[in-house]
């Protein structure tokens, strides 16, 4: 059974920080691309960022610079750092890997950002 768990959201200040995580199970964790994506309120859920199995990473134009995205192989854990945070970063952030034919998600955690 396949499980995503993130965690790490909450409320922050612009220009604030906050680390993301999504705890795996039940995947062959290194062997996987994650993904993070984020879904603000009456928007289209758009990926922010990925990692590969060999490390090489890719992010969306608006976060790149701010944003960085990480794995820990004997963890089975991704993460994602989000500094300098912006009103616009507001959204749901979910975490994501895929199997031929299927692909699974977290419940999401939320990050508002907010004065």
């Known amino acids: 059974q396949v499980q995503l768990v993130e965690s790490g959201g909450g409320l922050v200040q612009p220009g604030g920080s906050l680390r993301l995580s999504c705890a795996t199970s039940?995947?062959?964790?290194?062997?996987?691309?994650m993904a993070w994506y984020r879904q603000a309120p009456g928007r289209q859920r758009e990926l922010v960022a990925a990692?590969?199995?060999?490390?090489?990473?890719d992010y969306a134009d608006s976060v790149k610079g701010r944003f960085t995205i990480s794995r820990d192989n004997a963890k089975n854990t991704v993460y994602l750092q989000m500094n300098n945070l912006k009103p616009e970063d507001t959204a749901v952030y979910y975490c994501?890997?895929?199997?031929?034919?299927?692909?699974?998600w977290g419940q999401g955690t939320q990050v508002t950002v907010s004065s």
């Open positions: 994501k890997v895929s199997r031929p034919g299927r692909e699974y």
């Open positions: 990692i590969t199995q060999i490390l090489t990473t």
């Open positions: 039940g995947i062959i964790f290194s062997s996987k691309v």
